[in-house]
């Protein structure tokens, strides 16, 4: 079975920085694009950041742009999100999810996802 397993997520004051970590097993890692998704109390997931197989390609939304910054590293089958800057509307659970496809825009029912880390930014 794929497992993919968020962490790092955490309550942090608005300006401060978090890291988080993706883990994904039970799959040919370097097949696969990966991607932080985050949703809201409410709102419907949004796409933050994503990273071609390689990583030579990526993918911010306009709203993390030039805070936030993706990579992965295949040998350890892992990816990382790494937020500066943090805002109050950061505040979201943060999913990981690994698809074959590229770009994540394209991304449908076959992605692996997992279950969630917790970002809580205070104002």
């Not at 932080?36 to 993918?59: D, L």
């Amino acid at each position: 079975e794929v497992q993919v397993v968020e962490s790092g997520g955490d309550l942090v004051q608005a300006g401060g920085s978090l890291r988080l970590s993706c883990t994904a097993s039970g799959l040919t890692f370097d097949d696969y694009a990966m991607g932080w998704f985050r949703q809201a109390p409410g709102k419907e997931r949004e796409r933050v950041s994503c990273i071609s197989w390689s990583g030579s390609s990526t993918y911010y939304a306009d709203s993390v742009k030039g805070r936030f910054t993706i990579s992965r590293d295949n040998a350890k089958n892992t990816l990382y999100l790494q937020m500066n800057s943090l805002k109050p509307d950061d505040t979201a659970m943060y999913y990981c999810g690994a698809d074959v496809v590229w770009p994540c825009s394209a991304w449908g029912d076959f992605a692996h996802w997992g279950q969630g880390t917790q970002v809580t930014v205070s104002s």
